[in-house]
């Protein structure tokens, strides 16, 4: 049995995600520019985890594999800080999302045979990750993020009908789930 959309967002917040709401699967548009963002390397995991570029593919293997899903969702955890520089707030709101998108990833994985996770960030799944040493020691959890993909995270938030910016002095991490 498949959950319905509601369902689906009815869970995601029971998850600990502030927002969910239906992805508008023609919104993914995989951009070149984005993925070389990740050279940048800013949160310094570009050459250095198994889900990040180079290793989690090239762009078209991130188009091909995410063009094989028929629907899906966005999630969003967002955090309200006390001013612009609220480290805490920020690391705390990221880790909070990191574990409800895991746990959520778990959940739907017992009903729909196929998924595709999409985080907010690096997968920090492990601390070191294994990459380029050893495989992946955990693969069913493990995930690469929106931007590993190649996809402008506000563009899709925007296409899909769902808030992508809070106001001041908030911070929002967005993920999504492609299902079949």
Partial sequence: MQYPVDELVRLALEEGFTHAGQLNTSALVFMPEVREMCRADRCHAYGKNWHCPPACGSIEEAARRAAGYSFGMLVQ?????????????????????????????????KRYQDILGMGAGTCARCK??????APCRFPDDAYSSME?????????????????NYGPQTIAFTSCYLLK
Avoid: N, Q
Wanted: with cysteine; hydrophobic share 35%; charged share 25%.
């Fill in 77 to 109: 955890t967002v955090g309200r800080m006390e001013d612009d520089f609220d480290y805490e707030t920020i690391e705390a709101t990221s880790k909070a999302h990191a574990e409800s998108f895991v746990s959520m990833m778990r959940r739907l994985k």
């Fill in 148 to 164: 590993a993909y190649g996809l402008w995270v506000s563009k899709v938030c925007e296409l899909s009908g769902i808030p992508y």
């Fill in 128 to 133: 070191p990750c294994t990459y380029p040493d």
